[in-house]
Structure formats: structure tokens, C-alpha cells
């Protein structure tokens, strides 16, 4: 809407009315919003095909598919059709519904993760670091995980199954005798921002976040930046549509990150621990976490698979074992995989120029923005926490509670910026 859309032309599919106040006040109220279960196709399709208001002649339609299940504490393949479910069966469910109505342009937000490969953390007496300990990432898709116990957890290979859907699709034909062009931003590596998120909205939210990472070089993306990577590969694809002479790029994947260096977790902590005290980050024995973590994993999956059986008896055992709830449920290996090494995503490819194959993009936030802006807009909010950020990262059931303090340090962040994404693309 802030770059002139209608906003009675835009309409919103989701398994939950929004909750933000930004997304239920002014304008935005004139937004559709649809009630749908992804993975249900006849609902997809139902949603896809309703009218829009005051419609004159053929509309161009451009679809951006967001919505994921996170299930990123699953590894057992198992369990791998509950990450399936929602990210690669409700993303064919969309690529169906797109072609029904001849969309013009599919941009799919993948992740970055798909290319984060699993270490051992156990190591024997010799070996001083685990292997894969240091991963840096270009667009290079021969060096992702080729088997299914290389990927960090299910939720990356859901994604990636999703992924090459997506790009499959591309220059499909669609019921109205046009072409689909489709494309796929990999964010890299946690995105962040307001609006609920599972890193720095919900270590705020949270308050007390014990962590064993601080040392640990990670690549981040602020929700703005990730937003507008997205605009700019519509508009890419839009021009190539049109008769742009620039290198074809459609079923395509970029990854995206902030703009300068990427920072350690405890320069993270640093910056939220200034803007708001009661926010801490007290450290523990990774040793022990890793081993708690395995733990917590025996009794989730274990529960998971029995209460699935065939078998009464299987299924009378589920009952007994403790459920894992909370956030507690997050502290299983894969954050680990995740986490605890070092990752560092190159987006030199998304910052060329259209002319030579690249998106254009160029984000205009650094981590450092970002996380300023993230602690002024939950400041603005009373300090009330979306139920994303609600549920990300592990606390052990601490924190998660209103704080009465205002943060004098916090007061004005976003107004000393002076930086906006819409501005940036235009």
C-alpha cells in the first residue's frame, strides 16, 4: 500500500486473521483477508477464485507465497509430513490454484537453510571442532544437501521439495492461455522484525534467553529488506513479461541478506541488552544444552511416532509419555545444526544489476537498523509481543511477561534512522 497500491486489490490467505495493529487500522482494514488451510486444495482454490471487488477487464495478478510451517526441532523423517504438509503440499496446492486463474507472477519465500549442511557436535578426543563448522553460502546449488540426513532438520527439506516446485513452474501455461513466472527469495539466514519473529521480536518478548552462541558469526535479514527482495524480483519478472532485454532469471534462487557484515549473537545481545535492560542473555555449558536437547528429542519423537501406530499398545504407551510444550519443544539437535555454527550467506548474485542477471536489490537496513527499529516498534506497542515471537528460541518458561519499564534508550530509534524500504525501491 505505501507504494500506491489498491489496497481493495490486495487480499490476504491465511490459517488466522491478522492481529497487528498496522494490519487491522486505516487502510488496511480494506484488505480481504481468507480464512485457508494451505494444505486443504479445494479451499486454496476456492479462496484463489473469488471475485475482486470493482474488477475491470483482466487483472495481473502477482502471488507471494509466504506461508510455512516452521517445524524446524524435527529431524526424524518420520515426522518429516508434518513439515511436508503446509510447506510442500500447500505450496503445489498454490502453484495449482495460481495457474487456475492465470496469475502472472509466483514469488515463494524458501529459506536459506536449505543449504546449511548437519554437523556432529559430539566429538571424539582428537578432533577440536565439528565438521561443517564454518559454512559459506554463494547461489550455488550443486553444493546443497543431496540426502535427506545431510539437511539441518525436515523443515529444510520441505522447503527445498517446495522450492524446486516452484521453479518448476516457471513458464507454465495457465487457464487464460498465459505463461506463470515464478521465482524464489532464500532468506539468510533468521529473519527479524516487527510483527512477531522467532529471534530478536521474540528475545524481547521473552526478556530472560539463556544462550551457549554468542561467539557464533551468523547472517541475518531484516523483515524489510527480505520484503523488498520480493518486490524486486516481481518486478524483474514483470519486465522480462513486457520485453526487457535483461538475462532471463524467472524460476530462479536468490538468497538475500542485510546490507554490511554479518555480526556474532553477542553483538545481538549487546544491541538489545542497551535498548532495553531487562533483556539478558545468560550463558550455559553448550555441552550440556546438546545433551539435554537429545533428550528432549527421544521423548518428543518417540511420543510422535507411537501416537501414530497401528498398534493399541504403541498408542496406549504415547499416552504416558510426558508431552513436550513451550518453547522447550525448540531445544532439540537441529537448533544446534542451526545455530551453534558459523553461517555466512553471500547475496552478491541478488545485488547485480537487472542487466547483468541479477534482482537489483540492494537492502538498505544493517542488522544493527534492523534490530533498532524491531526494539522501537515493540516500545510503540506497549511492549506486547505477537504470538510468533511468542513461541520462538527456549527460555525454560521464564520471561513472556509485560514489562511496566519504558526504555529511555529505545525512545526514537526509528525516527534517527531515517530509512525506508518503499523509498529504497523506488
Known amino acids: ?108 519465500t ?22 561443517f563448522f564454518i559454512q559459506l553460502f554463494k547461489d550455488d546449488d550443486t553444493h546443497l544437501p543431496k540426502q535427506h540426513d545431510h539437511f539441518f532438520s525436515n523443515y529444510a527439506v520441505s522447503k527445498i521439495s517446495a522450492e524446486k516446485a516452484v521453479r518448476a513452474a516457471d513458464r507454465c501455461p495457465t487457464s487464460k492461455s498465459q505463461t506463470l513466472r515464478t521465482g524464489c527469495i532464500r532468506p539468510g539466514n533468521a ?54 532485454p535483461n538475462p532471463d532469471i524467472g524460476g530462479q534462487a536468490f538468497t538475500v541478506t542485510d546490507a554490511e557484515l554479518p555480526l556474532t549473537y553477542g553483538d545481538v545481545y549487546t544491541a538489545l541488552n542497551t535498548l532495553d535492560k531487562e533483556t539478558t542473555f545468560p550463558i550455559l555449558s553448550p555441552t550440556f544444552m546438546l545433551g539435554l536437547s537429545q533428550v528432549i528429542e527421544v521423548f518428543h519423537v518417540t511420543k510422535s511416532l507411537l501416537s501414530t501406530s497401528n498398534s493399541l499398545i504403541g498408542r496406549a504407551i504415547a499416552k504416558v509419555i510426558p508431552t513436550i510444550s513451550g518453547d522447550l519443544i525448540n531445544l532439540q539437535p537441529p537448533i544446534f545444526a542451526l545455530m551453534s555454527i558459523h553461517l555466512i550467506f553471500d547475496d552478491s548474485r541478488a545485488r547485480l544489476p537487472p542487466a547483468k542477471g541479477g534482482l537489483g536489490y540492494y537492502g538498505p537496513y544493517t542488522t544493527l537498523q534492523g534490530i533498532c527499529q524491531t526494539a522501537e516498534e515493540y516500545f510503540k506497542s506497549d511492549r506486547r509481543g505477537e504470538e510468533r515471537s511468542m513461541s520462538g528460541g527456549v527460555g525454560f518458561g521464564f520471561g513472556m511477561k509485560k514489562s511496566k519499564v519504558t526504555s529511555q534508550v529505545g525512545d526514537g530509534v526509528g525516527e534517527r534512522l531515517d530509512i525506508n524500504a518503499v523509498t529504497a525501491l523506488n
Open 1 to 108: 500500500m505505501e507504494r500506491g497500491e489498491d489496497p481493495k486489490k490486495i487480499r490476504v490467505l491465511d490459517i488466522r486473521p491478522p492481529t497487528r495493529s498496522d494490519l487491522r487500522t486505516g487502510a488496511a482494514q480494506q484488505v480481504a483477508f481468507l480464512q485457508v488451510d494451505m494444505s486443504d486444495a479445494t479451499a486454496v482454490s476456492e479462496a484463489f477464485k473469488a471475485p475482486w471487488p470493482d474488477a475491470e477487464g483482466e487483472l495481473e495478478v502477482t502471488v507471494f507465497h509466504t506461508a510455512a510451517n516452521i517445524r524446524f526441532y524435527e529431524r526424524h523423517i518420520g515426522l518429516l509430513p508434518r513439515s511436508n504438509k503446509v510447506n510442500y503440499n500447500g505450496t503445489i496446492n498454490l502453484i495449482n490454484a495460481s495457474k487456475e486463474i492465470g496469475a502472472n507472477t509466483l514469488i515463494y
Open 191 to 244: 529473519i527479524f522484525g516487527p510483527g512477531g519473529d522467532m529471534v530478536c521480536g521474540a528475545y524481547l518478548v521473552r526478556k530472560h534467553n539463556p544462550t551457549w552462541i554468542p561467539n557464533i558469526l551468523q547472517s541475518f535479514i531484516y523483515v524489510e529488506n527480505c520484503a523488498l527482495a520480493h518486490l524486486c524480483y516481481e518486478q524483474r519478472l514483470i519486465e522480462l513479461e513486457r520485453g526487457s
Open 110 to 131: 524458501s529459506s536459506a537453510s536449505v543449504s546449511v549442511r548437519r554437523s556432529r557436535f559430539w566429538l571424539w578426543p582428537w578432533e577440536n571442532r565439528p565438521a
